[in-house]
């Protein structure tokens, strides 16, 4: 007992209101009545409904995280197999897609090419006709423009006028070597018998000389004997003068010979009048410039009344024969083959396939041919995946209405055998 009232008188002296309420607490009670207790019953039991049911709130809540965790097992080996028969579905793609296409070679790297050839006048002048319009079709010989002609006609005329000329030296020429073949050797006979009649003049006068110094003075004249010493030098000089002449008239062969070499420069004149007149007419028939193949007009320069220098470029023409460039990689070569058919699709078409065939492989790479090759001794190598060209051959799938331009874009498809 002594020990609780020292307890309570010490839970008094600590709580000073609590003590209060104590003291008057039958006081308030009976000032309250019954009506008091009751609403401190009620108070009571809805202090005990809020507790339970939180204890229900909570109950409820394990139950909830209980089943939660119960149906996460399911759900997670669903997304599992999923996932997994997703990543079979890309597998067996993928080997699909590969054995299919495994005998197959594409690139990017590819364009459409083909001749295009350039046009440029080969003399000089004024354009007076202009018979084309830009990326029109022209056929092979149709008349393109005219150049101003009156110059080279000029030309033409002064080159016949000299042809003529020669011709007639030429002739001449001929009449001479006719001549010569017999002049010459006549002139020769004559010779040789000028060389016998001085011959015989001489002995003539010799014998006239010893006779006439063979007799007695007294039966002759000093005048006798000076005519025959006359007459024998006489002789002998007509003698030397004959035979002089004589060895100049045994050249026949050389004579004839020379007035043949006449003749062939007559003739070698004559083929120069002939070329210089063929010049002439090249020159005026280039006044008029034809097309050199079908094809249609593209990068044209040329303008009617156009002053044209020779060797400049006017336009050119395109070809219809067009055929696929392809720059494949070096390391997709080791199974393609001249032959292997080819599929290819164009970029600007996309409704168009063409079909054709690997024509040929250029012995070299691209990088090989161009105007500044790589200089691979040089410096610090890096190794570059060279493209080589491949010329692929159009066989079917042209469009004649749709004409393929030069250096459209395509995907060919080798097959390869």
């Not at 990543?87 to 495994?102: D, G, K, M, N, S």
């Not at 030309?155 to 073949?181: K, N, P, T, W, Y």
């Not at 002439?280 to 044209?308: H, I, K, W």
């Not at 390391?331 to 699709?345: F, N």
């Amino acid at each position: 007992m002594t020990d609780d009232f020292e307890n309570f008188s010490r839970d008094e002296s600590r709580h000073p209101v609590r003590a209060a309420d104590t003291e008057h607490g039958s006081y308030r009670d009976a000032s309250r009545g019954n009506g008091d207790h009751g609403d401190d019953k009620k108070d009571a039991k809805d202090e005990d409904k809020k507790k339970g049911g939180d204890k229900d709130a909570d109950k409820d809540g394990k139950d909830d995280k209980e089943g939660d965790s119960k149906e996460g097992k399911p759900k997670s080996k669903k997304a599992l197999f999923i996932l997994g028969g997703v990543v079979l579905l890309i597998a067996i793609v993928a080997f699909v897609w590969w054995f299919l296409t495994r005998n197959q070679l594409t690139t990017d790297d590819a364009y459409t090419d083909g001749n295009a050839i350039t046009i440029a006048p080969k003399v000089s002048g004024y354009v007076v006709a202009l018979n084309i319009n830009d990326n029109v079709y022209v056929h092979k010989g149709d008349v393109l423009l005219r150049i101003d002609p009156r110059d080279y006609q000029a030309q033409l005329d002064q080159a016949q006028a000299q042809l003529g000329l020669a011709q007639a030296q030429e002739h001449a020429a001929e009449v001479q070597l006719e001549i010569a073949r017999v002049q010459y050797p006549a002139n020769y006979a004559q010779a040789q018998a000028q060389v016998s009649s001085a011959q015989a003049n001489l002995r003539q006068a010799q014998a006239a000389y010893d006779r006439q110094h063979g007799v007695d003075q007294r039966a002759t004249s000093q005048q006798n004997i000076d005519t025959a010493d006359a007459q024998q030098q006489s002789a002998r000089a007509s003698v030397i003068q004959s035979e002089a002449q004589a060895k100049t008239a045994s050249l026949v062969p050389q004579q004839i010979r020379q007035a043949e070499a006449a003749l062939e420069e007559r003739h070698q004149q004559v083929r120069q009048a002939e070329a210089q007149l063929e010049q002439a007419q090249l020159n005026l028939s280039y006044c008029e410039v034809t097309a050199p193949s079908d094809g249609y007009v593209t990068m044209r320069n040329v303008f009617f009344g156009s002053f044209l220098q020779a060797g400049t470029s006017l336009f050119s023409i395109v070809t219809p024969d067009i055929w696929i460039t392809a720059n494949f990689k070096e390391s997709q070569l080791d199974r393609m083959r001249v032959g292997d058919k080819v599929d290819v699709e164009i970029d600007a078409y996309s409704k168009i396939e063409l079909h054709g065939h690997v024509d040929s492989i250029q012995q070299g790479s691209g990088s090989r041919f161009s105007t500044f090759p790589a200089e691979n001794a040089t410096g610090n190598f890096v190794k570059i995946v060279q493209r080589v060209p491949v010329k692929i051959v159009i066989d079917s799938g042209m469009d004649p209405n749709r004409p393929l331009p030069l250096g459209l874009s395509v995907d060919p498809k080798v097959y390869l055998q």
